[in-house]
C-alpha cells in the first residue's frame, strides 16, 4: 500500500509540473502562435490608420507587426503600452519604451498589439505612425540595433529588451 501511494503522489505531481511546463510554453509562444494563426493586415491597417479621424488618443502603431498601443509621458503607460521618455524640441515623442514580453494578464492578441514581442520581424522601411496631441505622423524605419545605451536624440526611437531579463537593448530608430 505504501508503494502504491507513494507512485501515485509521483504521478499527481508530474502531471501538475506537465501542465505547469504546458503553461509557460504557452505564456511566452503565445504572441507568435497568434502571429502565425491571424497575421497582420498591413494595408488594410495602413488604411484604417490613413482615414481615421479621431485623433484624440495618443498610439503608436506599427502595422507590419500589428502593434496598436497607446502613448504617454505617465511611467504607468510602460504597463500596456509605450512610455514616452523624452520629447523633442517640437513637443513630439522622441523616446519610447516598450515592453518585449507582456503581462501574463494579456491576451495573445493583446501581447501582440501592445508589446514589441515581434521586434526582429521589423525592416528597414516599414511604417510607423504616431499619433500625438491630435496630429498623425508618419515615419518609416531607418534601422534596428542593438545595445546598452540610449541612442542620441537624433531620430524618435523605440526601444524594447532583446531578452527577456536582461539589459540588453532593441533600437529602432525612425525617420520621416
Not at 25 to 36: A, T
Not at 83 to 104: E, K, M, T, V, Y
Amino acid at each position: 500500500m505504501g508503494k502504491r501511494l507513494i507512485k501515485s503522489i509521483l504521478i499527481i505531481i508530474s502531471i501538475i509540473l506537465i501542465g505547469i511546463g504546458l503553461f509557460i510554453i504557452y505564456e511566452v509562444f503565445s504572441p507568435e502562435i497568434e502571429y502565425k494563426i491571424n497575421p497582420p493586415n498591413e494595408a488594410k491597417i495602413i488604411e484604417m490608420i490613413e482615414s481615421e479621424e479621431d485623433l484624440s488618443i495618443n498610439r503608436l502603431i506599427i502595422p507590419s507587426i500589428g502593434v496598436d498601443m497607446k502613448i504617454g509621458q505617465d511611467k504607468e503607460f510602460l504597463d500596456y503600452g509605450g512610455w514616452i521618455q523624452r520629447l523633442d524640441s517640437d513637443n513630439l515623442p522622441n523616446l519610447i519604451a516598450i515592453h518585449r514580453f507582456g503581462w501574463s494578464t494579456l491576451s495573445p492578441e493583446q501581447k501582440m498589439k501592445q508589446t514589441l514581442y515581434h521586434v526582429n520581424k521589423l525592416n528597414e522601411g516599414d511604417k510607423v505612425f504616431v499619433i500625438w496631441n491630435g496630429k498623425r505622423y508618419e515615419y518609416q524605419i531607418k534601422g534596428i540595433t542593438n545595445g546598452t545605451n540610449n541612442p542620441s536624440d537624433e531620430y524618435i526611437t523605440i526601444y524594447t529588451c532583446k531578452f527577456y531579463s536582461s539589459n540588453q537593448r532593441v533600437f529602432v530608430s525612425l525617420n520621416d
